[in-house]
């Protein structure tokens, strides 16, 4: 139990342009789902926290406009990163909690961006 | 501020046998649970063992135990009878922001395990 699936898992695009990431949890109903940056040999960055039905809440320095967060269902929520650029190139993980009541957080796959 | 620490950016151990990874936190809260978490070469994180803050018995997990000093503030991982495959970036975390399951990650330590 307590899957966690995201996809893509690679993407690749153009500078300007918008990806969309998605996040499902698969076999839980997540209640608050979070995402995360990653850079490499580093340890994970909070980006934001969204629970179902409800505005995400951002980490400070974390552009709300570009980093766009919705969390429609208790099993979905997307991460669209929009006007990318080559800084914006990362590894996104997401990670969603409520399959207990312990505060665990069960993480995707991952998903490596890159803006050429 | 609230953070968790981690002093060894890197450890190897020799097959079968047993290593320890340190963590130390600091945190006002007075129930709530300790994560490890492992990151293989694939980065899909993984949950390794948890443990809850007011239960005074160390938790384990087949070849994953905790030490967990409350008082210290200490929760370090050991691992027995290493094996290739446990070779990862362990990463110690614990909730850290009121009612919505925020956890905050130290920087981790890299674990090689040699033949």
């Known amino acids: ?56 809440t951002y980490e400070q320095g974390v552009e709300k406009d570009k980093f766009l967060i919705n969390h429609a269902s208790l099993t979905l929520s997307t991460l669209t990163v929009t006007s990318a650029h080559p800084e914006d190139s990362s590894f996104y993980i997401c990670s969603a909690t409520g399959q207990d009541s312990t505060d665990t957080q069960y993480f995707g796959p991952g998903t490596r961006l890159t803006v050429l | 501020a609230q953070t968790v620490t981690q002093s060894q950016p890197e450890m190897s151990v020799q097959e079968a046998e047993t290593v320890t990874l340190s963590c130390t936190y600091d945190t006002s809260e007075s129930d709530y649970y300790l994560f490890w978490y492992k990151q293989p070469p694939s980065r899909q994180m993984i949950l390794v063992i948890r443990q809850e803050a007011y239960k005074q018995q160390n938790a384990t997990e087949n070849r994953f135990s905790v030490n967990f000093q409350k008082a210290a503030k200490s929760f370090s991982l050991k691992i027995s009878d290493s094996q290739l495959g446990d070779a990862a970036m362990y990463f110690c975390a614990w909730p850290s922001g009121g009612s919505n399951y925020k956890l905050t990650f130290g920087k981790g330590t890299l674990l090689t395990v040699n033949p």
């Open chain 1, 1 to 56: 139990g307590a899957v966690v699936s995201q996809h893509p898992s690679r993407v690749i695009c153009k500078s300007g342009t918008s990806v969309k990431i998605e996040c499902r949890s698969l076999d839980f109903q997540a209640t608050t789902m979070f995402w995360y940056r990653q850079f490499p040999k580093q340890s994970l960055m909070l980006m934001a926290t969204s629970n179902e039905g409800s505005k995400a």
